[in-house]
Structures are given as C-alpha cells and as structure tokens.
C-alpha cells in the first residue's frame, strides 16, 4: 500500500493506493496548516486520518510500504523541516516515507507526476514543476504578501471593493449586498468587527469569502469580476516564470495543469487560459491531489504508477 497526504489550507486528505493503482480507501481531517496554531496540531491529525484511512482498508499501519506527506508551509520555516520530517516515524513505526510541499501533491495528482507545470490555487497559492529531474517552485509566500491569485487574496480585494463601495469612492454593485448577507451586517461597519475581532483574522473563514465575490460576478458585478479575471493573471504568470526557471526550451510546448478551489471559478480559469500562450499544453487535472501524493510515493518507492492505471473512478477530479 502507498499512503498518500494532502493537507491543504482547509483540510487534510489521506489515501492508499495498492501495487495496482487501485485507491482503496480516503480519508479526511482539519488541515494541519500549522502557522497559525502551532506545530502540536500535526502530529494528532495526521494520526488520526492515518489510522481512519487504515481501518477504512482494513490493513494495520505497519502495512503501508511507504508514504508521501504533503505538508502545507513545509519549507517555509528552516527550523520547522527537521521537526515535521520526523512526525510520521512515530506514527508509522518506519522510516519509510518523505516529507514535502503539498504543492507536490497538486502537481502528481494535475499532471500524473510527469515534467511540466502545476499551479494551485486554494486558501493560498503556489505553483510547483519538474523538468528532468530538476524541481522549481514560486509563488506562496503567505497570505500577508503574497499568495496573489488565492481564495484568501480574492476574499481581500473583495473586502477592500466593498469598502470602497460603502464610501462611495466604488460605485456601488452586487457585492455589496453579498457582502452585507455573508458576514451578517446589520451596520455596515460592523464588517471590521467581524473580520478582525470575531474571527481573529482567522486565514480560512477570510478566505472562503472568495466565494462571495465569485456570487457578486455571476449576478453581474463589474469590480467582482475584474478581482477574478486579475487573480488568472496572476497564477498564469507563475507559469511563464517556471518555464524559464526549469529550461524549458523554447519550441516546447510545456504540459501545465491545475488545482485549488479558486479553478471552480469559470472567470479565473478563463482569464489563466487566456493569459497563457501557445507554448503551453494545457491540460485539465487527472486526479485529485491526495491521489497524486500516493502516485508520489509510489514512485520515490521506486515503483511508478501511471495515472490512467488508477482504478477507482470515484477519485477521480471533478
């Protein structure tokens, strides 16, 4: 069994994968997005879906052969790697397994783990790709100054737009009313209370305001719209920066994909399909991220699986 972790920014989850590419069981806990809580929220969940996943399976955890876990902020904090690369020892009894980005696990699950270019945009953003070996990554440098294009940086130029349509330096549009229903306000100034008091600027409860913005476009909001159209720019250009970063030669048509709650959104994944040129092959994602995290494993295992040999179509991206 391969064991495969994706822990997002909303979300953990947790697969296995047998010799064949058949996903016999998934599972799901919070996200173990640590930065905001502390590093002593890992460990708990990350056993907890182990062992759900496992008992789903009806195998022991000295079963799994060997696991990937695609951490969020992993690499981000230097001092932080030695400690997270040893949590799954203690759970899996073994030292069979790696620790990464989960930005890894968006690649092998979009493109099936072969060179070319994945861009994920969920809470947070970043964009991952492989050429021959060689692995870059960009984008992700937090929600506090960067993460250009992700549910959290569409929910603030949303929140920035209906200020400014509340003191008239916007015209007013669909957003503002969707705003007013979303966060509740019976006072319009209230929103600060509730963003920044009630929810302690807690990164996911903003981020899922990104929704409220995608509404307010599909009712016709200019402003709403343009925020989604920007935030395609904004991954597409992760893109032609990877290209160059990896070598890619110019004549070569780069395989990219995609992955993220932000990618539901019709005008994003419009404005990033326009934005890319000719170059790129653009490819819709093959399977889900915690399915690429297994594919992963698999084959730093030295056992490759391809993506078409994944037998369970109910893992299948939707």
């Not at 992993?74 to 040893?86: F, R």
Request: charged letters at 20%.
């Amino acid at each position: 069994m391969f064991l495969g972790v994706d822990g997002g920014g909303t979300k953990t989850a947790f697969c296995l994968v047998g010799f064949d590419g058949q996903v016999v069981a998934e599972a799901r806990t919070a996200s173990v997005y640590y930065l905001s809580e502390g590093l002593r929220i890992v460990e708990p969940l990350l056993r907890q879906g182990i062992g759900e996943v496992c008992d789903a399976a009806g195998i022991s955890v000295s079963d799994i052969t060997y696991g990937f876990f695609g951490l969020p902020a992993y690499g981000e904090i230097s001092a932080d790697v030695p400690v997270l690369d040893a949590i799954p020892a203690r759970i899996l009894g073994t030292g069979g397994y790696r620790c990464g980005n989960d930005m890894i696990c968006g690649w092998a699950g979009s493109l099936g783990a072969v060179d070319g270019i994945n861009v994920v945009a969920g809470t947070g953003s970043i964009a991952y790709g492989e050429r021959e070996g060689r692995q870059w990554r960009g984008g992700g440098w937090s929600e506090l100054f960067g993460d250009e294009g992700s549910g959290y940086w569409v929910a603030i130029q949303g929140l920035n737009a209906f200020s400014r349509m509340v003191d008239g330096r916007l015209p007013t549009g669909p957003l503002a009313g969707e705003m007013r229903q979303a966060l509740g306000l019976a006072v319009d100034f209230d929103a600060i209370d509730v963003v920044v008091n009630q929810w302690q600027g807690d990164r996911g409860r903003i981020a899922s305001l990104s929704k409220v913005v995608a509404r307010a476009a599909d009712a016709g909001d200019a402003v709403a719209t343009g925020v989604l159209r920007e935030a395609g720019r904004e991954l597409a250009l992760l893109v032609d920066v990877g290209r160059t970063a990896l070598g890619f030669e110019a004549a070569q048509r780069v395989p990219v994909s995609y992955s993220g709650g932000m990618f539901g959104s019709a005008p994003v994944l419009a404005s990033f399909r326009d934005a890319l040129s000719l170059e790129y092959d653009l490819r819709e994602p093959l399977l889900e991220p915690h399915i690429g995290a297994a594919l992963y494993a698999a084959r730093l295992h030295g056992h490759p699986l391809r993506a078409e040999q994944v037998h369970s179509t109910a893992s299948l991206h939707r």
